[in-house]
C-alpha cells in the first residue's frame, strides 16, 4: 500500500502501462466500495454501501498465472502456482513497481506484504497431522473425539524489527470427486510502519521478508514434509 501524489486518469493510466505490460493483454477496471453497519438503540440495524468509484485497473497475464493491481493506494502482484523461483518473481514484481512508481509518484509506503500460500495433497488422515506440521496439537483423546478438520492462525511479532507475521494452517476438503484433501500453510509477512518510497529500502525490506517466511515455513513442517513435497 503506497500513497500517491498523483493518479492518472484512466485513459492516461492505460497508454502508461501498456508499452510495460505485452504480456498482460487481458485488464478490468477496479472499483471501491466501502460498507458501513449502523445499530441505534430500539431500531432495525441499517446497511449503507458507498460506491468509492472508479480505483484503478488490473492486469492478467496471456496465461492467467500472473495479476498485478495498479490502485490509486494500493500495488500487488500475485503469481498461482506453478510457482517459479523467488528470482523470477521478485525481479518481475519490482519492474511492475517501478512502473506503477514512475505513474504516480508514490510520496511513502505504508505497508508491505508478502505472502505464500503452501498446498500439500495428502492421505487425508488427520489423526497423523502432527507427523506434518509440528507443535500442532493432539486430537481430545480423552473424550474420545475425532479431528474433521482445523482451522490455526497464529499472530507473531518479530522482536526489534517491525514486522509481523499471520501463519494460518488448516486442511482443503477434495476439490473434486476422487481427488484428495490438501493441508495449507498460509505465511504472511509483512510491515505497518511507513518508509520512504524509495526502490532500494523496498528491496531490503523484501529481502528481510523472505528470510522470516523461509524461517518460518521450514520451522513448522516436518521432515517427513519436505521430503515427500521435495
Given at each position: 500500500r503506497a500513497r500517491a501524489t498523483q493518479?492518472?486518469?484512466k485513459d492516461k493510466l492505460l497508454t502508461g502501462l501498456k508499452p510495460s505490460l505485452t504480456n498482460y493483454?487481458?485488464?478490468d477496471d477496479a472499483h471501491g466500495y466501502m460498507g458501513e453497519l449502523q445499530f441505534q438503540a430500539g431500531k432495525e440495524p441499517k446497511v449503507a454501501a458507498q460506491d468509492l468509484g472508479w480505483q484503478?485497473?488490473?492486469f492478467t497475464s496471456s496465461d492467467a498465472k500472473q495479476i498485478v493491481k495498479f490502485q490509486k493506494d494500493i500495488f500487488s502482484f500475485?503469481?498461482?502456482a506453478?510457482?517459479?523461483d523467488w528470482e523470477h518473481f521478485s525481479s518481475e514484481a519490482m519492474r511492475l513497481w517501478k512502473v506503477h512508481a514512475e505513474l504516480v509518484m508514490p510520496s511513502d509506503v505504508q505497508r508491505v506484504g508478502l505472502r505464500f500460500i503452501n498446498r500439500f495433497s495428502f492421505d487425508g488422515e488427520l489423526s497423523r497431522v502432527n507427523q506434518y506440521f509440528k507443535a500442532f496439537p493432539d486430537e481430545l483423546k480423552e473424550l474420545d473425539f475425532v479431528l474433521a478438520g482445523f482451522l490455526h492462525h497464529d499472530i507473531m511479532t518479530v522482536p526489534g524489527y517491525p514486522y509481523k507475521v499471520n501463519v494460518i494452517r488448516t486442511v482443503q476438503p477434495p476439490q473434486a470427486q476422487g481427488s484428495l484433501p490438501a493441508l495449507i500453510l498460509d505465511i504472511d509477512v509483512y510491515i505497518q510502519e511507513p518508509f520512504e518510497a524509495k526502490t532500494e529500502i523496498l528491496e531490503e525490506r523484501l529481502k528481510d521478508m523472505r528470510w522470516l517466511k523461509n524461517?518460518?515455513?521450514f520451522d513448522i513442517i516436518t521432515d517427513k514434509l519436505r521430503k515427500e513435497h521435495e
Open positions: 493518479f492518472p486518469d493483454p487481458k485488464h484503478g485497473m488490473h500475485s503469481r498461482l506453478p510457482y517459479q524461517k518460518l515455513f
